[in-house]
């Protein structure tokens, strides 16, 4: 781990790795968010054997969530849909949307960030601020 006065740095290891981390007796789930102190979202990368699916369909009270496919592949539900997804697929769930998801022929590897639904105020143009200060690279 790196540490300094404005960050926080972690290495979670292979995406393989996720095999042997658990989330309250379930395996593959690992969140980031008390590892890295986060304030404004929760982060969690997963791992779904292949032809497993999530034993529940579930919704959220105040979270939305986007699930970004890393690798693998198989099919998401949300509220009565089911659709294929992919390494690349980027999926966005409203908080009372139900929703689950099963891995194809292959290990699902996913991240999902969520967030409190209409919390972020400001983006990434809007809140950047380029800095005189110069990286190693940057001659």
Known sequence: ??????????????????????FRGARGKFLIGEE????????????LPAGKGMPFVHAHKRNEE????????GTFYVDGEEFPISEGSVIR??????????AGDEDLYFICVQADQNSLTQATLDDGI?????????K
Not at 93 to 102: F, H, I, K, M
Request: charge should be positive.
């Open 1 to 22: 781990m790196n540490e300094g006065k404005n960050f926080k740095a972690i290495h979670t290891g292979l995406l393989e790795s996720l095999r042997n981390r658990t």
């Open 36 to 47: 890295l102190g986060l304030t404004g979202c929760e982060v969690s990368l997963n791992r």
């Open 66 to 73: 986007v699930y970004i496919v890393i690798r693998g592949s």
């Open 93 to 102: 769930v409203d908080p009372e949307g139900e929703r689950a998801w099963q």
């Open 130 to 138: 380029i800095c005189e200060t110069k990286a190693a690279w940057m």
